[in-house]
């Protein structure tokens, strides 16, 4: 069903009212343009135009960090169920996060909120000196359509671009690894949320606009970790997504692990009574074990980067390859990294999926 402007308009609003609201919850923690200049293919000058992205410093950083994309069907953005509260949780452990205000399909498609998950990785990468991060250490949690965001730039990404005058795009944007909460993952008619697909690709997409966005046919070798929690009783994005997506993680050979829960429904966050969400132990229990899992991989491992560290990091690359678990190099096994091809120029270097789709 086409979107009209009349919906859009009051989608508008509401969510302009919403960002006011969100923005002086956020007061000690003042958002970031992405692009202070304007962002590529912008068309207003409102905060709907304006990507950004808000950090929540840890006390004692341990030198991870974490980009958070909260849902909300790329109509609207949950930033506090799934934003602002998940980040302060983390905070508290040593992690830096931060929560990115992308752009929404009421007005803009892909690639658009495509390029701003990607150019928030890049900004954290650049700024990492600043947060006490390790570069190598840089992941993604998204919810819902913020999880199909959080999985799309961990299998749509670039090593940057060396020679960019904006020293941004210079930075790679492949995130380290993921959590992904009861994620949208494909673009596929017969179990997508269809709500977010409208709002993203537009009412009547292609097939081949419809493939690229389908995370599942584009993960590789190289494709980062992934701790994914959905409940089986979730009537707004079927459980197929993110089995779909751990399925293909796993026939690549890369460390995936996926929770289930027997009831909890869509959108429960994290279910600790706060910032919105019901208080459900059972549900919470995605937080606990999350950590635990990549504490385990040694993304959260307890020690403070230094900045010597930091420019250590740096000298390695913005990017870490990913090995099977035979330790053979993804690009040795023949999967070359090819180019989706869009009629949108990239904002700087140009976008690669993640070498050969698992079709």
């Known amino acids: 069903m086409p979107i009209s402007h009349k919906s859009a308009g009051w989608a508008l609003a ?3 009212l919403l960002s006011l609201l969100v923005c002086g919850s956020w007061a ?34 341990n030198g ?21 509260g998940p980040a302060q949780w983390l905070a508290k452990l040593g992690v830096t996060a931060f929560v990115v205000r992308y752009r ?41 359509a913020g999880g199909h965001l959080a999985a799309t730039v961990s299998t749509h990404y670039d090593e940057g671009n060396p020679a960019a005058t904006d020293t941004v795009d210079r930075h790679g944007c492949r995130p380290a690894f993921s959590i992904l909460g009861y ?49 089986t009783d979730d ?13 293909s993680l796993v026939k690549r050979g890369v460390t995936a692990s996926l929770m289930k829960f027997d009831h909890g429904g869509h959108g429960f966050g994290m279910a600790d009574g706060k910032s919105g969400s019901s208080n459900d132990p059972a549900l919470n229990a995605w937080c606990d074990s999350s ?5 385990k991989l040694g993304f959260f491992k307890p020690a403070a980067v230094s900045l010597g560290q930091h420019k250590r990091a740096q000298a390695r690359g913005p ?41």
């Open 319 to 359: 990017m870490l390859r990913m090995e099977d678990r035979d330790g053979r190099d993804a690009d040795a096994l023949g999967r070359r990294p090819r180019t989706l091809r869009s009629s949108a120029k990239a904002p700087s270097a140009p976008t690669h999926a993640a070498s050969e789709a698992s079709r």
């Open 183 to 231: 994620p949208v993952i494909t673009m596929n008619s017969s179990f997508t949320h269809k709500g977010s697909r409208d709002y993203l690709l537009g009412s009547n997409p292609s097939q081949l606009l419809v493939d690229s966005l389908s995370n599942e046919k584009w993960v590789t070798a190289r494709t980062p970790p992934a701790f994914l929690f959905h409940s």
């Open 104 to 144: 929404l399909g009421m007005v803009y498609h892909h690639p658009v909120e495509m390029w701003d998950g990607q150019r928030a990785i890049r900004w954290v990468r650049a700024n990492a000196a600043k947060y006490g991060i390790d570069t190598a250490r840089v992941g993604v949690l998204g919810f819902s």
């Open 64 to 84: 991870a960090a974490v980009v958070i994309f909260p849902g909300g069907g790329y109509e609207h953005l949950a930033s506090v169920k799934e934003g602002s």
């Open 14 to 16: 509401a969510w302009t």
């Open 235 to 247: 009537n707004a994005v079927p459980i197929k997504n993110s089995q779909s997506y751990h399925d």
């Open 28 to 61: 000690q923690n003042p958002q970031v343009l992405l692009w202070p200049n304007g962002a590529p293919r912008a068309t207003g000058s409102d905060s709907l135009s304006k990507p950004a992205i808000t950090p929540f410093p840890a006390a004692n950083p």
């Open 291 to 295: 950590v635990k899992w990549l504490d």
